[in-house]
């Protein structure tokens, strides 16, 4: 897919989950592109499919994002 950012466009290989209630992204993608982070003021908990908290998870986030197919 192609994400569009506010440097431009990227290819990336994603993983769409219909049952995902949140969107992210890896933080090796954000640093290879130079995305914008910012910090939460308190971080979100992020649970796995067994319900056990994701560390490192939810305590930044991204600009708006684009995400587009072809």
């Known amino acids: 897919m192609i994400l569009h950012t506010k440097k431009g466009r990227h290819k990336v290989e994603v993983l769409l989950d219909t049952g995902c209630s949140i969107p992210l992204i890896n933080q090796q993608t954000v640093e290879k592109l130079g995305?914008?982070?910012?910090?939460?003021?308190?971080?979100?908990?992020?649970?796995?499919?067994t319900g056990e908290t994701v560390k490192g998870a939810g305590q930044y986030y991204t600009e708006q994002l684009?995400?587009?197919h072809r």
């Open 35 to 49: 995305i914008p982070v910012k910090g939460h003021k308190n971080p979100r908990v992020v649970e796995n499919f």
């Open 66 to 68: 684009r995400l587009q």
